[in-house]
């Protein structure tokens, strides 16, 4: 009885540290482990920048197509409001014209009847003219007069009415040129964000390739120092040189900051940057915060990367979407993860620095104090994870997933107070 008793507090230990662990089931055999793995890595990349170099430049080439279209019906436009313009003078010219002629016709008249009062002024002119074919003549010219000027008002007229038609005409191609110029602007915007990098964290493929290239020499220096395969896994290799050189083991992850709010979830997602609609998929959680405030690591781990985007800035002047960056990798319980932290305002830890949970790598940022950081419109952090290793950003996002996996986060919009506990 007593050693049953026992046994089952054994079980019931075992089952409390078993819900502590923290082993999910989308983790995959992580890539890129050995030196030959980092060469076929730089290998795709490098593959990578050539395509994304022949597609950059038929973008350029597309926007620089739609910006001459653009310019070219600005051009047509303008001639064709000349056109309008000119049609409408005409058309005054012609009303002045038609007028006039009526007047003509009125005086005409008048001398035909050589009196506004029709009968009245025959009569007069019966009682009082002395020469009748004076009065038959001044009759005809009138009459040929009056039929002529009818003509010209009928040609006046129809004048008019081609010129409305045509303006009406023109009218329509100007509305045509507006729906194609309105189409050509969103291509253009459509375009010109495609070559942007607004992508939180993303980095340039150059970028990438350097940092490979860097790695590289480092492990080649490793692996001819301890005298390892290439394809043996990095690890393995660097244990060679102790048990230091391990991961410090982890058994869970905490919350980065020590209070604050949930502000945007990992998924699909639309918002407003520079007054700009975009929509992107968030590869991490964001935690905002008052900035400065300490960001922890989330757990047990070494320092793989560090991006300085401050220094890079005021050394390149570009800035870019994610600001100062750490990335931290780590074995929990068993597996290996890295964690990334973007937009931070300051960065406290080296490449190659063991840390622990509660190590401050940083500080909170992504105000416009960082001039340098380019989408970030309050202090928050954001915070990535993936399975496997650190080799590159694209690597990260590609094996990133939903920090709540192994993450105790409110949901969204909603404060948390300390790093691990319910809130
Ligand atoms: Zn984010």
């Not at 076929?40 to 990578?48: A, F, I, N, R």
């Not at 080296?350 to 202090?379: F, H, L, M, P, R």
Request: one cysteine or more.
């Amino acid at each position: 009885m007593k050693l049953l008793k026992k046994f089952s507090y054994v079980i019931l230990i075992i089952l409390l540290l078993s819900s502590q662990v923290v082993i999910p089931d989308f983790v995959e055999e992580a890539s890129a482990q050995s030196l030959k793995d980092y060469r076929t890595t730089l290998e795709e990349l490098k593959q990578k920048y050539e395509e994304s170099q022949d597609k950059k430049e038929l973008t350029e080439e597309e926007v620089a197509q739609a910006r001459d279209e653009v310019a070219k019906i600005a051009i047509e436009k303008e001639k064709l409001e000349e056109e309008i313009e000119k049609l409408e003078a005409e058309i005054v010219q012609l009303e002045k014209q038609i007028s006039e002629k009526n007047k003509d016709m009125e005086d005409i008249i008048r001398y035909y009847q050589l009196s506004s009062t029709g009968e009245d002024a025959y009569l007069e002119y019966l009682f009082t003219s002395t020469d009748f074919t004076d009065f038959i003549y001044r009759m005809a010219i009138a009459e040929q007069l009056s039929d002529y000027n009818n003509s010209l008002i009928d040609d006046y007229t129809n004048l008019i009415k081609e010129n409305e038609e045509k303006k009406e005409e023109v009218s329509k191609k100007i509305m045509q040129l507006e729906k194609k110029n309105k189409e050509l602007e969103d291509k253009i915007i459509e375009l010109s964000a495609e070559l942007s990098t607004t992508i939180e964290g993303a980095e340039t493929i150059e970028d990438e390739i350097a940092r490979v290239e860097k790695k590289i020499k480092e492990y080649e220096k490793m692996y001819e120092f301890y005298k390892c395969e290439e394809t043996m896994d990095y690890e393995a290799c660097e244990a060679k040189g102790g048990e230091s050189n391990l991961l410090p083991p982890g058994t869970a992850f905490y919350r980065p900051v020590v209070s604050g709010r949930v502000s945007s979830n990992w998924g699909s997602r639309s918002f407003i940057l520079n007054g700009r609609p975009y929509s992107d998929f968030h590869y991490g959680i964001d935690l905002a915060t008052s900035h400065g405030k300490n960001v922890y690591s989330a757990a047990n781990g070494k320092v793989v990367e560090v991006i300085n985007a401050k220094s890079q800035y005021n050394k390149t002047g570009k800035n870019v979407c994610g600001g100062n960056k750490i990335y931290i990798e780590h074995n929990i319980n068993g597996v290996r993860y890295v964690t990334g932290y973007f937009h931070l305002a300051t960065i406290k830890v080296k490449v190659g620095q063991v840390v622990s949970y509660e190590t401050v790598i940083g500080t909170v940022g992504g105000t416009s104090a960082e001039y340098w950081d380019n989408c970030s419109t309050g202090a928050h952090v954001h915070f990535q994870v993936a399975t496997g290793r650190f080799i590159t950003y694209s690597n990260f996002t590609s094996n990133s997933f939903n920090p709540r996996k192994v993450l105790n986060v409110p949901s969204l919009g909603k404060s948390f107070s300390n790093r691990q506990t319910k809130y």
